[in-house]
């Protein structure tokens, strides 16, 4: 199977800062791209996404930029709370003959109180 | 709510026995579907894309006779561990396309363990 990598970075943060999750991807042929948040033994949780002819957008206290130059996509946390403990993996849309999402490797977040 | 139901959501089964898992998009038509794995502290790896009608494509190194998939409505794909073994122990998670709105829903996963 495809996976970009397969060990989990942590970052731990206090709560209240701002916290800048990292992603690198490897395909030109990428369109579009989402971040994920996905708690112990859940599912992945959509946080937000950007399509490739865009390099910023924002959400609710959360901004994703693009840089396609380096291929390198970010996600930034404002006001980390606690409940923003998880692990955060971008993904990617890679089109081919058909379309198909892959993960990053994940980075895990851990807010101190 | 949840817009993609896996079922199980946990399932013990035994070496050797085949297991299936059910994908399902709860109110829209999903033409794409995708399986993918996850090992503890890793990330998720796509193990196939499941196309509506016709065969599953499957990702470099996943073996298409053990882990069987079926996509035979817009609202249902399924997965089956065929003879399973301890290795196969691990979350299963299914997405699905909604391409009207051009979103991906994920289930909340189901994990597998064989003894």
């Known amino acids: 199977g495809e996976s970009v990598g397969l060990h989990l970075p942590t970052l731990s943060v206090q709560e209240g800062d701002n916290s800048i999750i990292n992603c690198a991807y490897s395909?030109?042929?990428?369109?579009?791209f989402i971040w994920y948040k996905q708690e112990s033994g859940k599912g992945p949780q959509f946080i937000i996404d950007i399509r490739s002819n865009m390099d910023k957008r924002q959400g609710q206290r959360v901004t994703v930029l693009l840089n396609k130059t380096v291929k390198h996509l970010s996600l930034q946390i404002a006001a980390t709370q606690p409940g923003d403990s998880a692990v955060y993996f971008c993904?990617?849309?890679?089109?081919?003959?058909?379309?198909?999402?892959?993960f990053g490797p994940g980075t895990s977040l851990s807010v101190i109180p | 709510g949840a817009v993609v139901s896996q079922h199980p959501s946990r399932v013990i089964c035994k070496s050797g026995t085949s297991v299936k898992i059910e994908c399902r998009s709860l109110?829209?038509?999903?033409?794409?579907m995708f399986w993918y794995r996850q090992f503890p502290k890793q990330s998720l790896m796509l193990m196939a894309t499941s196309n509506e009608g016709s065969k599953a494509t499957y990702e470099q190194g996943v073996e298409k006779d053990k882990f069987l998939i079926n996509h035979a409505s817009l609202t249902l794909s399924t997965l089956t561990v065929t003879s399973a073994h301890p290795e196969d122990s691990s979350f299963y998670i299914c997405s699905a396309r909604d391409h009207r709105a051009d979103t991906i829903y994920f289930g909340e996963g189901s994990w597998l363990t064989v003894v």
């Open positions: 109110d829209f038509q999903a033409t794409t």
């Open positions: 993904a990617e849309n890679i089109k081919t003959s058909y379309d198909k999402v892959i």
């Open positions: 395909n030109s042929a990428s369109d579009y």
